[in-house]
């Protein structure tokens, strides 16, 4: 089975830490995700290079015991918030605890945020992931229409420098955008399975 198949077991996986194949996927998987949210928060890449690891670590540890339990929460919030802590440790903010009720209704719009923060960056993240198929897999010719599309020239400017008709650019951005749809919607799917 490929990597994009198997991401139901791949928490099983890793828990073995032996099993250095399943962690060299799972860091390619979700090492850049870490490393780009710890950079929108102010880190330097060494910085931000350091917390992959230390999350890495730190889930290492978690999943020895791990058990797939749709009811405990879903992976993409466990995984948010190791490194938003990471990151608080970091900077030596105070990592949040568990409170009373009249400090965590001051702390829900924070909280929101913070959480509103990680969700840009983990679609963000599976567009990237669904981008870098679309490129392996669509013609180079219709990758680079798109991309222009991306950079924002206009459909008629791309369609003069590929020699296109405008229905054809239309057609090739189409194509390309259900495909980017389909692969972040099976990433989500995949990951649903993990408890996310």
């Known amino acids: 089975m490929s990597g994009q198949s198997t991401r139901p077991s791949l928490l099983l996986r890793v828990r073995d830490h032996a099993d250095h194949a399943a962690w060299r996927e799972f860091d ?3 090492g850049e995700l870490v490393v780009r949210f710890c950079r929108s928060r102010g880190l330097q890449h060494s910085d931000a290079e350091d917390l992959r690891q230390v999350v890495l ?4 540890s978690a999943l020895r015991s791990f058990e797939y339990s749709p009811a405990r929460g879903r992976f993409r919030s466990y995984l948010g918030r ?3 802590n990471a990151v608080a440790r970091h900077l030596g903010r105070p990592v949040p605890r568990p409170a009373r009720l009249e400090t965590i209704v001051a702390d829900v719009a924070a909280e929101e ?3 509103a923060d990680w969700e840009r960056e983990w ?3 599976h567009l990237r992931l669904a981008m870098r198929t679309v490129r392996r897999t669509f013609e180079s010719r219709s990758v680079a229409v798109f991309d222009r599309l991306l ?3 206009t459909t008629e400017q791309v369609a003069r420098e590929f020699d296109m008709s405008t229905d054809a650019v239309h057609k090739v951005k189409q194509r390309i955008r259900n495909r980017l749809r389909e692969l972040v919607a099976d990433q989500l799917e995949q990951e649903d399975g993990l408890g996310d």
């Open 82 to 84: 190791a490194t938003r």
């Open 28 to 30: 390619e998987r979700y």
């Open 113 to 115: 945020d913070r959480d």
């Open 57 to 60: 670590i730190n889930l290492a």
């Open 123 to 125: 679609v963000r993240h």
């Open 151 to 153: 950079s924002g020239v």
